[in-house]
């Protein structure tokens, strides 16, 4: 785990997070990882400036620019997601969980 320190999270958000973190894992150990007997998960979890915010600075306007986002990678070395699977579009239950906590 890769996370940046001092980052703190409202209820609401932190609860998000987990559910989020916890399907990917789970859905990593279940199907990444197919007979293998090893494998690495990594995650993590940094601060990134908004667009706004590096717009902004590029014209020397560093007014109100206090935003930050929150950049999350899970990855993983097993053996990967089909590159034409559109995620929006599986009915899985997880996938569904993701997808609506990673736009909310």
Same mark, same amino acid.
């Given at each position: *785990?890769?996370?940046?320190?001092?980052? =703190?999270? !409202?209820?609401?958000?932190? @609860?998000s997070?987990g *559910? &989020? &973190?916890?399907?990917? @894992?789970s859905? #990593?150990?279940?199907?990444t990882?197919p007979?293998w007997?090893?494998? $690495?998960?990594?995650i993590k979890l940094s601060?990134?400036?908004t $667009?706004?915010?590096?717009n902004?600075?590029e014209?020397?306007?560093?007014?109100?620019?206090?935003?930050? #986002?929150i +950049?999350? @990678?899970i #990855?993983? !070395?097993? +053996?990967g %997601?089909?590159?034409?699977?559109?995620i929006v579009? %599986? $009915? #899985?239950?997880?996938?569904?969980?993701i997808? =609506?906590l990673? @736009?909310s």
């Amino acid at each position: *785990m890769h996370l940046e320190d001092d980052l =703190f999270f !409202d209820m609401d958000t932190a @609860i998000s997070l987990g *559910m &989020v &973190v916890n399907e990917l @894992i789970s859905n #990593s150990l279940k199907h990444t990882f197919p007979g293998w007997d090893h494998g $690495e998960i990594q995650i993590k979890l940094s601060r990134g400036k908004t $667009e706004e915010c590096i717009n902004r600075r590029e014209e020397n306007k560093n007014e109100n620019c206090n935003t930050i #986002s929150i +950049v999350m @990678i899970i #990855s993983d !070395d097993g +053996v990967g %997601i089909p590159e034409n699977l559109e995620i929006v579009d %599986i $009915e #899985s239950l997880g996938f569904q969980l993701i997808t =609506f906590l990673w @736009i909310s």
